[in-house]
């Protein structure tokens, strides 16, 4: 009868410890959940299928749904990118390098030539449809910060004296899409951007600069290609006529991704409007 007992209890407490062994608890599910949204999949607890004694309870469920409903605003609602160098030079009498350009250019060559601190930082917040599901539209703000010190030592105070130093807000605008069902691809922006930029790394030259504050599409499908239509405007405070600040305002069109030989092409027509005038030093803006 002993033995009859003892083999009994310790059926009992093999069966105890399978079952514990076998159960998942909410915050498992959860963070099942969440690889499964991640990598495109919607199964909850796939992995764990099979291996549960019973079904979960009602508010084991709920627990995990509303762990899942965290973890999915999570990610993706914020993002943070950035570039940044930094460099110092001296020349040979002690005194701060100065950068090299060819007389006249727009742009000089960087390799050891660029004694500066400079950055860019780029805030985005998603506030609709962070993981960008097909079966609705998403919406996100995008701010841009950029900082550039040249050789400063009062790298903690941008408002120096020597006006070197500069702290600008450089892009601030809404970006939705997926919003026409017939061109689920198209993007429409609203705000101040650099739009588009070609880029030349060599000097930091960029030939198709349009950045400014405006509005447009981008990526629409025209089937052997895609079109983006933007308007942007914007004024500078460095050149005054008597119509005030000289502002400048542009529809620019491109039609780009283009199948050909060798590769894709890219097309592009701007029709800019200006109005002149005539400075405080008498000349002539056209």
């Not at 099942?32 to 990598?39: G, N, P, S, T």
């Not at 069109?253 to 097309?267: E, I, N, Q």
Request: glycine share 10%; charged share 20%.
């Amino acid at each position: 009868m002993l033995e009859q007992q003892i083999e009994k209890q310790t059926e009992a407490v093999a069966e105890e410890k399978k079952a514990r062994e076998a159960t998942v608890s909410a915050s498992d599910l959860a963070a099942e959940q969440a690889k499964k949204v991640i990598f495109g999949q919607n199964q909850v607890g796939a992995q764990y299928q099979g291996t549960l004694p019973s079904e979960p309870t009602y508010d084991l469920l709920q627990e995990a749904q509303s762990e899942i409903a965290s973890l999915k605003q999570q990610v993706g609602t914020f993002e943070f990118h950035g570039y940044f160098r930094s460099g110092y030079g001296l020349n040979s009498e002690g005194g701060q390098q100065v950068a090299f350009a060819a007389p006249g250019a727009g742009a000089k060559y960087r390799l050891g030539n660029e004694a500066e601190t400079y950055g860019e930082f780029i805030f985005v917040n998603n506030w609709i449809n962070p993981e960008r599901s097909s079966d609705k539209a998403w919406m996100k703000t995008e701010v841009m910060i950029q900082a550039n010190t040249t050789n400063s030592a009062s790298f903690a105070n941008f408002n120096t004296a020597t006006g070197n130093d500069q702290f600008r807000l450089r892009e601030a605008f809404v970006q939705a899409g997926n919003i026409l069902e017939s061109q689920p691809n198209a993007k429409f922006w609203a705000g101040e951007r650099y739009y588009r930029r070609q880029h030349i790394e060599i000097n930091d030259f960029y030939p198709l600069d349009m950045s400014g504050y405006g509005a447009g599409v981008e990526d629409l499908n025209v089937r052997f290609g895609k079109l983006a239509l933007g308007f942007l405007s914007g004024a500078r405070p460095d050149i005054t006529t008597q119509n005030g600040n000289y502002a400048k305002s542009n529809i620019d069109l491109r039609l780009y991704d283009v199948k050909a030989p060798g590769g894709t092409a890219a097309f592009w027509f701007d029709f800019a409007n200006s109005r002149g005038g005539t400075t405080s030093t008498a000349a002539l803006i056209p």
